[in-house]
């Protein structure tokens, strides 16, 4: 027979009695809802990201400040050292890292996150060990692969988890910071490489920048703690307000990815990114050799310039952050406006240094380098905070993969049709029309200031009907439980009734009569204590 004593006390109706503690483990706690990352915790989390992110992108360009000794090493000439070195690797490297994109962004919204990007990191440094073992050209080839699939994978993850640690009103700020620490990446790998490996030689760059990565993202995993997915939004902020147990878990389908790529503001920054990547491919892959074999540059002289792209470039992520989220708080519209008019200024210095004699004015070239590189980096935190405020959370992961998806296919195809122009018209010339893509990167940006603030509203009109749809379905289930419950206790009240041959329906539950526990009772001692 059934241990009664743990049971609810029956009201004479039936029904359970009021007057029992609520079961265990009912509700969440009243907070669970919201984040509860401290703001000094979250300082922590996004710090490690960036840092992990930054020696992850210093293999990118590891490259290109030796591309000559790289070439010698293997026995190629000047025209296979742009074909091979410049074109199939560059091209192979980006390309593998457009599909691990939208790979790593499916899975970036349904597992976690952290644990994601300690695998892109292994996966990414572990080959960057590898190169310094290399022989032969088509080893470096796969090694440098595996490599662009770990980077192809990390900023869709990163900025996954920026818009669950931060709302809207400052995503474009904390945007810049992670791009900035990319870039500072990206700089100190090139660094690295044209100093110590014309030193000690071009492999040495490639363990440098790769052990400190792996011993970083494994504090990383240890130290950091994956945020609540949605917890900085304003239409579930507004849910928990009114029900703590609310629970969002909402999934990424393909529904939903079909929904994305209609957005007319997905559409038009993910478009962006193949012109715009163009001039990018052709400055990260060839303009350092480019200064030094064509121009006269010594190597370290030609690194210095390129870095001074990327000094402009964290002046432009920065400020171009700070100023386009003070717009958007402003006018939405005003963000994409300011960014596009930056990236089509941005092409007039690039086009002096590729046809300058730079050689003779370096102070001017120095500073146009910088200017170069603060109008042409504006875009990026801004773009994907662009991106972040018009998908929901469960589509960030997926809708930022496209934008990188495209954005390395840019870069992959970039180097590739350069080095085609540059066996039909020469370095300088295709320099020059590959610079010329800022100009349509600008217009499509321009053309987004008339999309982004209708489809932030639609997307927050989305995700309240979609919230309304998932309460409804919970307040049907809590429903037909409550069924399920009563019915149990009407069971319960027929085999004590059936037991004890007694009618608990005459037997009135009150404060001031009598209690019946079914648990009291027994065989010999019920007529008695009815009695009683």
């Known amino acids: ?43 922590y989390i996004v710090s490690i990201f960036c840092a992990t992110a930054a020696l992850l992108y210093a293999d990118q360009n590891l490259m290109a400040p030796n591309l000559t000794a790289i070439a010698e090493s293997f026995g190629f000439d000047d025209k296979e050292r742009d074909k091979y070195l410049g074109g199939y690797v560059a091209a192979g490297f980006y390309l593998v890292g457009a599909p691990s994109a939208l790979l790593f962004g499916y899975l970036s919204d349904t597992v976690n996150r952290r644990n994601l990007l300690f ?3 292994l996966l990414g440094e572990g080959p960057c060990i590898l190169t310094y ?155 350092n050799d480019y200064l030094a074999q064509d121009k006269g540059l010594k190597v370290t002289t030609a690194t210095t310039i390129v870095l001074a792209v990327g000094i402009g470039g964290g002046i432009g992520v920065i400020g171009g952050g700070i100023i386009g989220q003070k717009l958007y708080n402003k006018d939405k519209w005003t963000m994409p406006v300011f960014i596009g008019i930056c990236t089509i200024i941005g092409a007039a210095p690039m086009w002096f240094i590729v046809n300058a004699d730079v050689a003779s004015m370096l102070g001017t070239t120095f500073f146009l380098a910088v200017l170069t590189g603060i109008m042409s980096s504006t875009v ?37 049709l350069v080095a085609v122009l540059i066996s039909r018209v020469g370095r300088t010339a295709a320099f020059n029309i590959s610079t010329a893509g800022w100009i349509p990167c600008g217009l499509l940006l321009l053309s987004s200031s008339l999309t982004l603030a209708k489809d932030e509203a639609a997307m927050q009109h989305r995700l ?69």
């Open 133 to 287: 073992f290399v022989t032969s050209f088509w080893q470096l080839f796969v090694l440098r692969l595996l490599t662009g699939i770990s980077l192809g994978g990390t900023f869709p993850l990163v900025f996954s988890l920026l818009g669950d640690l931060y709302e809207p009103q400052h995503r474009a700020g904390i945007s810049a910071v992670v791009q900035v620490a990319t870039g500072v990446g990206l700089a100190l790998g090139q660094g690295i490489s044209g100093f110590v490996g014309s030193s000690i030689g071009w492999r040495w760059p490639f363990v440098i920048v790769s052990v400190p990565a792996i011993a970083l993202a494994t504090i990383m995993l240890f130290t950091t703690e994956e945020p609540i997915r949605g917890s900085t939004e304003a239409a579930l902020q507004q849910q928990w307000d009114s029900d703590a147990d609310f629970e969002y878990s909402e999934r990424i389908t393909w529904a939903k990815v079909g929904q994305l790529v209609r957005i007319p503001t997905n559409i038009l920054v993910i478009a962006q990114g193949l012109p715009g990547c163009l001039p990018w491919g052709m400055l990260l892959t060839f303009l």
């Open 464 to 532: 309240k009907a979609t919230i309304s749809r998932m309460s409804l379905a919970s307040r049907n289930s809590s429903t037909a439980a409550s069924a399920l419950e009563l019915s149990d206790f009407r069971q319960q009240q027929s085999e004590v009734e059936h037991h004890y041959d007694l009618d608990l329906h005459l037997l009135p539950l009150s404060r001031d009569g009598p209690m019946l526990r079914p648990g009291n009772l027994n065989r010999e001692g019920s007529a008695s204590r009815l009695n009683k």
């Open 380 to 416: 990026g935190p801004n773009m994907r905070a662009m991106m972040m405020n018009v998908n929901e959370p469960e589509t960030r992961g997926v809708a930022l993969a496209l934008q990188t998806m495209l954005d390395d296919l840019g870069k992959g195809l970039g180097p590739a």
């Open 119 to 121: 695998a892109a990191v």
């Open 1 to 43: 027979m059934s241990n009664y004593q743990d049971r609810k006390p029956l009201l004479a109706d039936g029904q359970p009695s009021a007057l029992i503690e609520p079961s265990a483990g009912g509700g969440r706690n009243r907070n669970a809802g919201s984040s509860n990352i401290t703001p000094r915790k979250r300082l």
